[in-house]
């Protein structure tokens, strides 16, 4: 990300996220969240995999491109995260949460 001459970035985190957000909801409409991994099932190496659910929590099918491009994206805005577990983007709020921490919230 460039720099301005004060040294902070251009753009902050923040603004990075929602703009994903927001290109990923143009590009797949009615997507809710994005489910990103880097195990794809039919690969036994990592790659980038990504399963998308619409607002009723049914999985969306979608192309393979589609859903490569979804995963990379994420995975680039968020490359400090720790992606050897999958993890959750949730378009409306912008926000990425590990997914095992989401089902262990479901199950209280």
Do not use: Y
């Not at 490359?79 to 949730?90: C, G, I, K, L, V």
């Amino acid at each position: 990300m460039l720099a301005m001459p004060s040294g902070t970035l251009a753009c902050p985190d923040a603004d990075r996220q929602h703009r994903l957000a927001v290109r990923l909801v143009d590009m797949i409409p009615g997507a809710a969240t994005i489910r990103v991994s880097l195990s794809e099932p039919k690969r036994t190496w990592p790659h980038p995999h990504a399963i998308v659910k619409d607002e009723a929590g049914e999985e969306m099918v979608l192309g393979h491109a589609t859903v490569r491009i979804a995963a990379r994206w994420t995975l680039r805005v968020w490359s400090e995260a720790d992606w050897t577990r999958p993890h959750t983007f949730n378009l409306s709020d912008a926000t990425l949460t590990r997914s095992d921490l989401i089902a262990a919230d479901r199950g209280r």
